[in-house]
């Protein structure tokens, strides 16, 4: 079992900035892909940002590009989510999930363990 917590989240003017960190424990967060999803409220979840094992390879959806990064520090078992530029339409629950293996991925089927979620919300 990987346990995840997100943390960060809040109420921010809309141009404004937000980190989000994710912190697992359990099993070897060095064996895990990790990804940000979010829903909307009304919506389906949608993924954001993904990260390698050793975060050489991200990505990233269209709708947040040159916004997100996406980074981890394996030494903390930790994945975060900067968020810049923020608009009125990213205010979501954002999650963190936990993929075992190295390859990428934007679907929640593959993803094998969830964080609770932390709200965003972006004012304008």
């Known amino acids: 079992q990987v346990q995840l917590v997100e943390s960060g989240g809040g109420l921010v003017q809309a141009g404004g900035s937000l980190r989000l960190s994710c912190a697992a424990s359990?099993?070897?967060?060095?064996?895990?892909?990790m990804g940000w999803f979010r829903q909307l409220p009304g919506k389906d979840r949608e993924f954001v940002s993904a990260?390698?094992?050793?975060?050489?390879?991200?990505d990233h959806a269209d709708s947040v590009k040159g916004r997100f990064t996406i980074s981890r520090d394996n030494a903390k078992n930790t994945v975060y989510l900067q968020m810049a530029s923020l608009k009125r339409e990213d205010t979501a629950v954002y999650y963190c999930?936990?993929?075992?293996?190295?390859?990428?991925?934007?679907?929640?089927?593959?993803?094998?363990?969830w964080g609770q979620g932390t709200q965003v919300t972006v004012s304008s």
């Open positions: 999930a936990a993929r075992y293996g190295s390859t990428l991925s934007r679907l929640e089927s593959c993803y094998n363990y």
């Open positions: 359990g099993r070897t967060f060095s064996n895990y892909a």
């Open positions: 990260i390698t094992l050793n975060g050489g390879g991200t």
